[in-house]
């Protein structure tokens, strides 16, 4: 692997890690359209440059909210009763979806990537907040919730951080809180989201070497590399920086980024 390639895999984890334990999301948002502009220049076949890119996000992402939920729960802020409640539900949801996911083509998972970031993107710049609502519902009530938040960040490959996020302030949970508890959530996701774009990648042609499915090793070594050690550090700054501050900086970020991702996957074929 060239040296260029190396340090850009190195940095991308280094940045991704510290968002994602600031701001509890898996860190795909970023990862996802950066891998997919990377693979294609590496010359990896427009037909599958996207789910290369999701496939990997999630593999890295196993790693980053692992360190992230370690870093949380020092804390002291995971609500883990609302984690088991939404865990069989998200494991189901993501497993599944990276089955439809591998039958789509790359620009209607680019498109529905661009289009689910510009709305996460969107309620962080103007930081809406839904109204505390009522208390976390029953078993079977989150395990739907746990269902549609799995399946819609298999395909975008986040860790599910805006999703869990915006349903735990809703049921009255604390910014704080619902921000920790959503990267503990991320976990599932990521290793369910993991095992089935590899499963489900075996068969695929043209992809490069060094992978297995849609699971690039070196790239997901070199991003994991950094992120575990960087995502400590952004779990600490959630309980110091201002987070409402710094999540419309992030959704500028998001809507340039998945704007790049389009032009990449269209700009391929």
Known sequence: MAPQWIIAYLALGAFVGVLAGLLGIGGGGIIVPILTSIFAVQGVSPDQV?????????????????????????HRAILWPAMARLTPGVL??????????????????GIFFAAF?????????KNLKPKPHRQLPGTAACAGVGLVIGAISALVAIG????????????????????????????????????GYLINGLGAENLPPHCIGFINLPAMALISATSFFTAPLGAKLTHTLPVG???????LLLIGLSIKMLFTVFGAH
């Open 92 to 109: 189901v949801g993501t497993f599944c979806a990276t089955y439809l996911a591998s039958h789509l083509s790359s620009r209607a998972l």
């Open 160 to 195: 599910g951080g805006a999703l869990t996020t915006t349903f735990l302030l809703w049921c009255n949970a604390s910014i704080r809180q619902a921000i920790a508890t959503a990267a503990a959530v991320g976990l599932p996701i990521a290793v369910a989201g993991t095992l």
């Open 50 to 74: 996207v789910h290369l890119a999701l496939g990997t996000a999630m593999a890295t992402i196993v790693v980053t909210a692992s360190s992230s939920v370690r870093a949380h729960h020092k």
């Open 117 to 125: 970031m510009g709305y996460v993107a969107l309620g962080m710049f």
């Open 245 to 251: 501050a710094l999540k419309k900086v992030f959704a």
